[in-house]
């Protein structure tokens, strides 16, 4: 009896043409995730400038960067309560130390999915990966010269770690600031910024613990200076750590009026630095 089969050539060329589908799926697969990766981002960062803003109207500031205690917890567990968190916030000592018998644990016991990139592939510390670490950090201000003025941004360049910014919303231990410190405009000042990118700073051992704070004139865990260009190798500063993302071409960022922006990684550097500040009368705006 006559057997109706695939000829060699027949299946090689049907096997071909799966190859090529399959290499044409799986690219728009991986958008299609990195698209939905990065719409959750985004929502993470809607939820920090909600809470941001509930805090401001509970307390009339904006909280500290990090407590003003050395190795201190940071912004991110005095926002927990406005984040439907107050049953963690309320197991945390505010008065010691961010690694204490009674807060350690606290930052080991799970990740806080609201503090972290889903693009990213590390959600621990560097230093220990014990420790959950996050992803979104507070904007301490610019760094350099002033592109409108032409004058040096306040500093305090203080410590060994690349100084204090003192033009934008987050600070170590002194007074917080409040909307009437916004001058340049909530619509124009970047809050939070995003550093969940694998090859950061020469991959160097930058993450660390979600409640670390910071030491007075040293460092600051929970924020940075803008002192870099986005998704820029850099590895000297622990302060100065350039934000950046997994996200193609940019990284996300919060600005102070609750809106968020996908801000590009060629975007001009005066205009990144004069976001950064929240008083420093520049023109431009994202």
Sequence with gaps: MKRNAFTLVELLVVIAIIGVLVGLLLPAV???????????????????????????????????????????????????????QGNKYDRFIIEEVFNSANNRP?????????????SSPENTADDTEADYTTHYYGVMGPTGTNPQSGVAY???TSGAHGGWSEQGLFRWGLK??????????TSNSLAF?????????????????????GQVNQYMAPAKNIARAINSDYTALFNDMSMGSEHPGGA???????????????????????????????????
């Design 30 to 84: 991986q958008a299609a995730r990195e698209a939905a990766r990065r719409m959750s981002c985004s929502n993470n960062f809607k939820q920090l400038g909600l809470s941001l803003h509930n805090y401001h109207d509970t307390h009339q500031a904006f909280p500290l960067g990090a407590t003003a205690i050395t190795q201190g917890l940071s912004l991110h567990v005095a926002l927990l309560p406005f984040m439907e």
């Design 106 to 118: 606290l930052t080991q016991d799970a990740p806080m999915a609201m503090y972290i990139c889903p």
């Design 154 to 156: 306040k500093e305090n």
């Design 176 to 185: 917080p600031k409040n909307f009437a410190n916004i001058v340049d405009g």
């Design 193 to 213: 910024g995003e550093i969940s990118w694998s090859e950061r700073n020469g991959n160097a051992t930058r993450y660390r613990a979600w409640t670390r704070g």
């Design 252 to 286: 996300m960022f919060g600005l102070c009026d609750g809106s968020v922006r996908f801000v590009s990684e060629t975007i001009n550097f005066s205009t990144y630095l004069s976001a950064a500040s929240v008083n420093g009368r520049e023109s431009d705006g994202l």
